[in-house]
């Protein structure tokens, strides 16, 4: 049953019914289930679910003491240990699944994809180890491929790969193969997500279309670069093949190199080899070029109908900016920085820790009104990151109160200032080590 009103204890419920579904599972598919946590500890299944959901940037020490829980940091491991990271995701899916999002735009659920690193503890032995020149020594990271919904600020689905063998474009493929997409919903992906393959995929879908900004130098798709470089809306239509027949080289045809005997799941070698329809493949759909501020052009491949026009689509174009801002607040506002293992199956049960944690508190947030004042120059909004903390308190305490949770979050505002630009200042980050962790 789907929770239509998010007040904070009803979320807070449907969170805690998330996790007994989820571990339900887990011991109905697992053979395991029925040794692990058949002891009475301090430390049940439940009750490590619930503190890893909860657990901020301090030490593991800290991190119980603040939970009221009579247990070393060497326990919680052990029992960490016996969960798989698969029912965080579960727990994750279940939550989202009966919550409702209720924003849209002319009816459609606005989801953008990307990708983001997750930086770990050095170990050499795990899936995630990399090295290069620029590290000969070798470092550690996890690739979180989320859709987001920018309209409702919500994690919806997620894949995480090992950095070296991340694959976007397979996930995107995935998403489109595996989950459902019960009402309209447009998918919204930058440069490098664009190949025939992808396409196809969103074009057999009934209830999905894209919006994908797409190259427009001499690597963009040959239909593409013959457009002239002004601004327009037109369609392109043309075949794919994966044969070199004299009659398809007659008729123009798109040939599509495929690859064979390769993994295909991870390998991200062969994304311009991919192809899963049939040869010769039909192909049509709508590319929209527009003029940017900066005078520059970006070219945008849709399958949305003419009822959207330009200046829609390069608005849903810039929406997808949103999927960038819930990266920093996943890692700077949840905390997502400070991990507290250095297993990949830890990380990734933190990952979805977070990402529900996020979820969690932006449907708490949707629901607060901030009244503006006519004197204030500008609007105002909640500040996130003491909106995260406070969501996170409450989701601990036992006997929490909605209207003071509801109170303390409209205290904390900050203005909006729209069109603002900073240029952005990219640098390498590493793991924060678990001894350099602040007591507060």
Not at 113 to 125: E, F, L, S
């Amino acid at each position: 049953m789907q929770v239509v009103n998010n007040t904070p204890s009803a979320l807070k419920n449907q969170i805690d019914e998330s996790i007994d579904k989820a571990i339900k599972r887990y011991r109905e598919n697992y053979p395991k289930a029925k040794i692990d946590f058949s002891r009475n500890r301090v430390l049940t299944m439940e009750t490590m679910v619930k503190l890893i959901l909860s657990m901020q940037g301090g030490s593991l020490k800290k991190e119980l003491y603040d939970a009221g829980l009579n247990a070393t940091a060497s326990a919680f491991v052990q029992q960490r240990k016996k969960i798989p990271w698969t029912v965080f995701e579960d727990t994750f899916e279940h939550f989202n699944k009966n919550c409702k999002d209720v924003k849209r735009y002319k009816g459609y659920r606005i989801l953008a994809i990307d990708g983001t690193t997750v930086n770990m503890a050095r170990n050499p032995k795990s899936d995630s180890f990399m090295c290069n020149d620029s590290n000969p020594k070798g470092y550690n990271q996890l690739h979180v491929n989320p859709l987001y919904d920018v309209l409702n600020k919500t994690y919806q689905y997620c894949v995480i790969q090992p950095q070296p063998r991340m694959d976007e474009v397979g996930c995107l493929s995935f998403f489109l193969a595996w989950y459902d997409f019960p009402e309209k919903t447009i998918i919204v992906a930058d440069r490098g997500y664009e190949s025939y393959n992808t396409f196809a995929h969103f074009l057999a879908h009934p209830n999905v279309d894209f919006l994908v900004r797409v190259k427009q130098d001499r690597s963009a798709m040959r239909e593409i670069r013959k457009l002239p470089m002004q601004e327009l809306d037109v369609d392109i239509s043309f075949t794919i093949t994966t044969t070199q027949t004299k009659a398809d080289k007659e008729n123009g045809y798109i040939l599509v190199q495929t690859r064979k005997n390769e993994d295909r799941i991870y390998s991200n070698k062969t994304r311009a080899g991919r192809w899963d329809f049939p040869s010769p493949y039909p192909m049509k759909f709508r590319v929209v070029r527009v003029l940017l501020d900066t005078g520059e052009y970006e070219t945008l491949a849709t399958s949305l109908p003419r009822s959207f026009t330009p200046a829609e689509i390069k608005e849903l174009y810039h929406s997808r900016w949103g999927i960038e801002t819930a990266f920093r607040e996943l890692k700077y506002g949840i905390g997502l920085v400070n991990l507290h293992g250095k297993q990949d199956d830890f990380v990734k049960q933190e990952i979805f820790s977070a990402m529900l944690m996020m979820n969690f508190c932006n449907r708490i947030v949707n629901e607060i009104v901030i009244k503006q004042k006519q004197e204030n120059i500008h609007e105002y909004k909640v500040n996130m990151k003491m909106a995260m903390y406070l969501c996170r308190q409450f989701f601990c305490a036992k006997d929490a109160d909605d209207k003071k949770l509801v109170r303390d979050i409209s205290k904390y505002l900050e203005p909006v200032r729209p069109n603002r630009r900073d240029t952005r200042n990219v640098k390498a980050k590493s793991f924060v080590g678990f001894v350099y962790r602040v007591s507060a």
